[in-house]
């Protein structure tokens, strides 16, 4: 059974309707990242603020150091990645890493996007529905 890392937003509810749709079709998906709650990353943030700490001095801090190492071992186990959008910076540079390690990367769109960017062309494919998904990774699950 192939390993999906399911990217996007910790705000966005319609992972774990996409990772539900894929895990139904056979998929082994990570989505477990979703268990820190919509507001993980601001809580971090006021968290560091409040001890007097800089985003540089946090990201070398070890919650951060902890987070992203759980990330990246899931990250490195996955077989392929999808992006659901909208997702931020975080989604994006997780997309790019799987897709460097010549993993296929997948990007669902949530609608017609406000600004067109021609590096979505490095994604495997970029669909417009998650029945599009679906059919897209229908022949990858083995």
Known sequence: ????????????????????????????VFDDWMAAGPTADDTWREYEIGRGHSFIEALNGYSARHVFDFDKEHLDSADLGVLVMPAGKSGHLELGYLIGQRKPGYILLDAQPERFDVMYKFATKVVASLDDLLAALAGSRR
Request: proline share 4%; aromatic share 8%.
């Open 1 to 28: 059974m192939k390993k999906v890392y399911l990217i996007g937003s910790l705000r966005n509810p319609n992972v774990i309707k996409v990772g539900e749709a894929l895990r139904t079709i056979g998929f082994d």
